[in-house]
C-alpha cells in the first residue's frame, strides 16, 4: 500500500469535522473520491500532505505513504515526502501558481528539489522535457511566461508538470478539472491517465462529478458531510449503490438510469448537514427518503461483499 | 499591453493636473496673503522706491491674471525664485544648498525603517498570534501614534543628556572644517583630503551627529513599515500559491522570503513611496528644528517665522514636484515588480 | 460582553482600553475644572517645583518656570487638544463628507475637479501644508484649526466617494433611479447609511491626526501662543529646562502620545469590527 489510512479525524477549530476515515492507495491504482462541495475532500488531501491550515488538527490511528509513519513525521520528514514520494494538484490553478515568478522559476524549483545533482541547464532542460510530458507547446517561450498569460488549462498542465517533477508515487489531485471548461477538463484528464500509466504512480483523485470518477478510477469512495458513505470497486458502486446518497447522485448524472434524454433530472432534496456540525444517527437522515427509526442510531460502515471490499455505511 | 500603457498615460495626465495644481497654489500664495505682495516679496522693512518698482515690474500685478501667472511658472521653469527677503540670496541656491542635509537625513531615517520596520513585519506575520507578534505590533502602534518632536526631545534627554554618548545639535563638530564637496556630510568627510586631516574621526562625528536625528524620524515609518509588511505578509501567506510552494516540499525559509515575501512588498513599497516623502519632509520640518540640523525643513520653519514669502513660495513648488515624481517612480516601480498587475490593471 | 448589553457602542479589543482613556482625559479636561479650583495661569511663588506627592500641600505635578501649576496646564491641555480636535474633526467630516457625496453620486466634471483637489491636497506632506496655510493666514491657534480642518478633509473625501461609487452601480439602486427615484433620495436612503462605518473609523484617526498637528503647530510657534495651556506650546516652552527638569519636557508629550495612542487603538479596533476590508491609506 503506498497510502494507508485508519480512522482519520479532523478538527476544525477543536470541533468534529471529518469523522474516522479509513482507506487506502495501492501502487499503480486510481482512488477516486465523490461528494458535495463543502463534505471535506480537500481536507483530507490537505492532511495527507500535512498542509493544514491553522486551527485545523488531524489524529489517526495509523497513517502511512510511501512508508513513511506520518503520525510520526517531523517537519523534516514532511517536506521529504512532499518534495519526493507525494504531489498534490489543486482545484484552482490559476491561484495556485505564484503571480510574482516565472514558470520558469517555479518549475526549475521543484525540479532542482527533486534532483540536487543537475547543473544550471541540466535542470533546464530537464523542466523542457516535462512540459513537453505534460503537451506544452514552444515550451522554450513558455518557460518565460507569468502565471497571468496562461490559460486555466494550460497553468493547470504547468501544475501536473512541476507535480511529477520528483517522479512521486503517489499524486494527490483535489478536482484538478473542476476550475476548466469542458473540453480542456477531458485532455487534463487523459494527461493524468497517461502519466499514471508510464509511471505507475498512484492517484488519489478528487471530483464532485461521478462521470469522471467513473471514467478514470478503479476504487471510489462517497463522502458526505465528513464521513465516507460507501467505497467499493467504481462498477459495483455505480452500477448498484448501497447508500442513498449514492443513488441519488447517480440518479443525479444526466443521461443515466435509463432516463430517455430531456427528462427531468433526478435531484436530491435539502442541503448539506455543515461538516462540524453533531448529529444523532445517520448524517444523511434528514434527505433521505427511505429514513426510519433505525436511522436515529449512529451508522458504522458495513461490510457488504466480504471479498470485494465493498462497505456502505446505511442498514438497508 | 497597449491598454495598460493608456492606463499609465491616463495617470500620468493626473499626476500632471496635480502638478498644475501645485503651481496654482504656490502662485496664489502670495495674492491671498493679506498684505501687499510686492511688499510681502521684497521684505517690508528697508525696501527703497526702484526695488518696489522692480518687483511690481516682474510681477506684472497691473497685467491679467493667466499672464501673471504664465510669468511666474516661465521664471520658475527657469529656475528663477526670486530672492530671499532675509538673505537677499538667490531663493533656489538657497534651497539646493540644504537639499543635501535633508536628503542625507532622511534616507538614513528610511533606511533604518526598512532594516527594522519590514523583517519586524514579517517576524510578526510568521509567528503571528504569538507573544513576538504581540510585542511588535504594540512598539508599533506606540511608534505610529508617537509625536516626532517630542520623541526628538526624549531621545537627547536619553542619549545625550542622561548617557552623553552623542551630541545634541548640527551636523558635525565645530572643530572639523570639512569643505563641502557632495553636500552629503557622510560622503564628504570620506574624501581623501579630510581624511588626510582628520582620519576617521570627522566621519565618526557626522555619523554620531546623524544617528539621533535619524532614530527620531525612523520612528514613525518603522511603525508603518511593520504595520504594513505584517498585513500585506499576512493576506499572502494564506494564498493558495504559498500552499503549492509547501506542497512542493520547500523550506518554510524559502517559501516566507521567495514566494511570500516578494509578494507582500507590493503593498509595503507603494507605502514606502509616500512615507519617504512624509518622512523627507515632515519629519525634517521637525526633526530639524529639534536637532538644529541645517537642511531645508528648519529653513522653511525659519522662513515662515521671517515671513520670507519668496522661499515659502519655492519650497511648496520644489517640494510638490518632488513628491509628484516621487510618486510617479513608485507606481512605475509598482508594475515592474508585479507583472501580474500590470495585466490586470490593463484587463 | 457588559457593554454590548448596556448598548454601549464600544470598539473591542484593545479598542476598549483607548476608549477609556479617552473617557479619563475627557474627564480631566471637562469635569475637573468644574470641582477643583484649578487654573493654568495663576503664578505661584514657587517656580519649577518639583513634583508633590501630597497634592494638598504642594501642586501634584510641580510648577512651570513662570510658578503656574502643571497639573492643571496638563488638565487645561487636555480640554483644549480635545476640543479643538472635535471642532477640526467636525468641520472636515461635514465638509469632506459633501463634497465626497457629490463626487461619487454625480460624478463627471464635478468628480473631477473634487478629486484633483483632494489629490492637492494630499500630495503635500500635512504638515508642510500647514505651515503654508498658517503662512498665508498668519500663525496663531485660530488659523492653525483652519488649516488643520483643511488637511482633514480628503480622508472623508475618498471614503465617502468609494462608497458612492460603489453603490451607485448596484442594482437596486439602478433599481430606484428606474422608478423614478431622485438622485437625491437614493443619496439619502441608499448611500448616506452605508457611508457611516467607513466615516466612523475615518473620524476617529482623524482625530488623532488633528491632535498630533495641532501639537506639531504649538510646538513650531505656529499654533497656539504661549500663555495657552496647549500641550504643543508647553513642550516648546519647557525646552530650555529639559536638562535641569525634565519632566516638563516629558510630561505634555506623554499626554499628547496617550491621547493619539487612544484614539489609533479606537480607530484601528473599530475599523476591524466594522469594515475588516478597509485598508489604511
Ligand atoms: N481554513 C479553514 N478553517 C476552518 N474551516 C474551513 C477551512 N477551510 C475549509 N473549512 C471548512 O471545511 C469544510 C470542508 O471544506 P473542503 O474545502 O474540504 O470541502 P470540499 O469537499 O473540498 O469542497 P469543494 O468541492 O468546494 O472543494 C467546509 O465546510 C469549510 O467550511
Ligand atoms: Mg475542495
Same mark, same amino acid.
Given at each position: ?316 | ?347 | ?126 504638515? /508642510?501644508? &500647514?505651515?503654508?496655510? !498658517? @503662512?498665508?493666514? #498668519?500663525?496663531? +491657534?485660530?488659523? *492653525? ?76 510657534? /505656529?499654533? &497656539?501662543?504661549?500663555? !495657552? @495651556?496647549?500641550? #504643543?506650546?508647553? +513642550?516648546?516652552? *519647557? ?43
Amino acid at each position: 500500500m503506498i497510502l494507508s489510512v485508519e480512522d482519520l479525524c479532523i478538527d476544525i477549530a477543536g470541533k468534529p469535522a471529518l469523522r474516522s476515515l479509513t482507506f487506502s492507495v495501492a501502487a499503480g491504482e486510481v482512488l477516486g473520491v465523490v461528494g458535495e462541495s463543502g463534505c471535506g475532500k480537500s481536507m483530507v488531501n490537505l492532511a495527507l500532505m500535512g498542509l493544514l491550515p491553522d486551527g485545523v488538527t488531524a489524529s489517526a490511528l495509523r497513517m502511512s505513504a510511501c512508508g513513511v509513519d506520518l503520525l510520526r513525521a517531523g517537519s523534516r520528514d514532511w517536506r521529504a515526502l512532499r518534495g519526493g514520494g507525494m504531489a498534490m494538484i489543486f482545484q484552482n490553478p490559476m491561484s495556485a501558481l505564484n503571480p510574482c515568478l516565472t514558470v520558469e522559476r517555479q518549475l526549475l524549483e521543484s525540479v532542482r528539489r527533486a534532483r540536487a545533482d543537475l547543473d544550471r541547464s541540466a535542470a533546464r532542460a530537464e523542466a523542457l522535457r516535462l512540459l513537453d510530458r505534460v503537451g506544452i507547446a514552444h515550451a522554450g517561450a513558455r518557460l518565460k511566461s507569468y502565471p497571468h498569460e496562461l490559460s486555466g488549462g494550460m497553468a493547470q498542465r504547468i501544475m501536473i508538470a512541476m507535480a511529477v517533477a520528483a517522479g512521486p508515487q503517489l499524486l494527490i489531485a483535489d478536482e484538478p478539472t473542476t476550475a476548466l471548461d469542458v473540453t480542456v477538463q477531458a485532455q487534463i484528464l487523459q494527461l493524468l491517465e497517461e502519466i499514471r500509466r508510464d509511471t505507475g504512480m498512484a492517484l488519489l483523485l478528487v471530483s464532485h462529478d461521478i462521470g469522471v470518477i467513473e471514467q478514470c478510477a478503479h476504487r471510489v469512495q462517497v463522502m458526505y458531510s465528513g464521513q465516507i458513505v460507501e467505497s467499493g470497486a467504481v462498477d459495483a458502486v455505480i452500477g448498484s449503490p448501497r447508500h442513498p446518497y449514492t443513488r441519488g447522485l447517480v440518479a443525479a448524472q444526466p443521461g443515466r438510469s435509463g432516463m430517455p434524454p430531456k427528462s427531468r433530472l433526478a435531484t436530491i432534496e435539502g442541503s448539506v448537514i455543515p461538516i462540524t456540525e453533531e448529529v444523532d444517527g445517520c448524517r444523511f437522515r434528514p434527505r433521505c427518503v427511505r429514513a426510519d427509526h433505525r436511522c436515529l442510531q449512529p451508522q458504522p460502515m458495513r461490510q457488504i461483499e466480504t471479498h470485494s471490499q465493498r462497505g456502505s455505511r446505511c442498514h438497508w | 499591453m497597449d491598454i495598460f500603457r493608456k492606463a499609465s498615460c491616463r495617470r500620468l495626465l493626473e499626476l500632471s493636473t496635480t502638478l498644475l495644481g501645485v503651481t496654482l497654489l504656490a502662485f496664489f500664495l502670495i495674492r491671498l496673503a493679506p498684505g501687499d505682495p510686492v511688499l510681502l516679496l521684497i521684505g517690508e522693512r528697508g525696501s527703497d522706491p526702484a526695488q518696489y518698482r522692480e518687483m511690481a515690474m516682474r510681477l506684472g500685478l497691473e497685467k491679467p491674471l493667466v499672464a501673471q501667472y504664465l510669468q511666474f511658472v516661465g521664471s520658475a521653469l527657469q529656475g528663477d525664485f526670486g530672492v530671499s527677503v532675509v538673505s537677499h540670496q538667490g531663493v533656489i541656491g538657497e534651497l539646493l544648498a540644504r537639499w543635501p542635509a535633508t536628503i542625507e537625513l532622511g534616507v538614513s531615517a528610511l533606511l533604518i525603517a526598512c532594516a527594522v520596520g519590514i523583517p519586524a513585519g514579517v517576524a510578526a506575520a510568521v509567528y503571528r498570534n504569538s507573544v513576538l507578534d504581540y510585542l511588535i505590533m504594540t512598539v508599533s502602534i506606540f511608534g505610529y501614534s508617537i509625536p516626532v518632536f517630542w520623541w526628538g526631545l526624549v531621545l537627547i534627554l536619553c542619549f545625550s543628556i542622561g548617557l552623553d554618548l552623542t551630541p545634541v545639535a548640527g551636523r558635525i563638530d565645530i572643530l572639523y572644517d570639512v569643505p563641502p564637496a557632495t553636500g552629503f556630510m557622510l560622503v564628504d568627510t570620506l574624501m581623501p583630503q579630510v581624511i588626510e586631516d582628520y582620519g576617521l574621526s570627522a566621519f565618526g562625528s557626522a555619523l554620531g551627529h546623524l544617528v539621533l536625528p535619524a532614530l527620531t524620524m525612523a520612528t514613525v515609518p518603522l511603525a508603518v513599515f511593520a504595520r504594513t509588511t505584517r498585513s500585506s505578509m499576512l493576506e499572502v501567506l494564506s494564498e493558495d500559491y504559498i500552499r503549492t510552494a509547501r506542497a512542493k516540499g520547500l523550506s518554510e525559509l524559502r517559501v516566507v522570503w521567495r514566494h511570500a515575501f516578494r509578494n507582500a512588498l507590493i503593498p509595503v513599497v507603494t507605502v514606502g513611496g509616500v512615507l519617504f516623502v512624509t518622512t523627507v519632509i515632515t519629519g525634517a520640518i521637525l526633526t530639524e528644528t529639534i536637532f538644529a540640523w541645517p537642511g531645508v525643513g528648519r529653513y522653511i520653519v525659519n522662513s515662515v517665522y521671517a515671513r520670507d514669502y519668496p522661499v515659502i513660495q519655492a519650497s511648496i513648488l520644489l517640494i510638490g514636484v518632488f513628491v509628484i515624481l516621487v510618486n510617479g517612480l513608485i507606481e512605475y516601480f509598482y508594475s515592474a515588480i508585479n507583472p501580474a498587475i500590470g495585466g490586470r490593471r490593463a484587463g | 460582553m457588559l457593554a454590548d448589553r448596556m448598548g454601549l457602542p464600544l470598539p473591542g479589543g484593545w479598542g476598549n482600553i483607548g476608549f477609556l482613556v479617552l473617557a479619563c482625559l475627557l474627564a480631566l479636561g471637562f469635569v475637573f475644572p468644574l470641582l477643583l479650583d484649578l487654573s493654568p495661569y495663576r503664578m505661584g511663588s514657587e517656580l519649577l517645583q518639583a513634583p508633590s506627592w501630597n497634592p494638598l500641600s504642594a501642586p501634584l505635578l510641580g510648577t512651570d518656570d513662570l510658578g503656574r501649576d502643571m497639573f492643571a496646564r496638563l488638565v487645561y491641555g487636555a480640554r483644549c487638544s480635545l476640543g479643538i480636535g472635535f471642532v477640526v474633526v467636525t468641520v472636515s467630516l461635514v465638509v469632506g463628507v459633501g463634497l465626497g457625496l457629490l463626487a461619487g453620486v454625480y460624478g463627471g466634471w464635478l468628480d473631477t475637479l473634487i478629486m484633483r483637489l483632494v489629490d492637492l491636497l494630499m500630495c503635500l506632506p500635512s504638515i /508642510l501644508l &500647514a505651515i503654508v496655510i !498658517v @503662512a498665508v493666514l #498668519g500663525s496663531g +491657534l485660530g488659523n *492653525a484649526i483652519v488649516a488643520v480642518t483643511i488637511i482633514g478633509i480628503p480622508r472623508f473625501v475618498r471614503v465617502v466617494r468609494a462608497v458612492a461609487i460603489q453603490e451607485m452601480q448596484k442594482t437596486y439602486v439602478t433599481a430606484a433611479f428606474a422608478s423614478g427615484s431622485s438622485r437625491l433620495r437614493v443619496l439619502c436612503t441608499e448611500v448616506l447609511p452605508n457611508c457611516v462605518p467607513p466615516v466612523i473609523v475615518q473620524a476617529a484617526l482623524g482625530f488623532s491626526d488633528a491632535i498630533l498637528e495641532i501639537a506639531a503647530l504649538g510646538f513650531l510657534g /505656529l499654533g &497656539a501662543k504661549p500663555p !495657552v @495651556a496647549e500641550w #504643543g506650546a508647553m +513642550l516648546a516652552d *519647557a525646552r530650555p529646562f529639559i536638562e535641569s527638569h525634565p519632566l516638563l519636557v516629558v510630561m505634555p508629550g506623554v499626554c499628547i502620545l496617550l491621547t493619539v495612542l487612544s484614539f489609533n487603538l479606537v480607530g484601528d479596533a473599530l475599523r476591524d469590527r466594522l469594515d475588516p476590508k478597509m485598508e489604511r491609506q
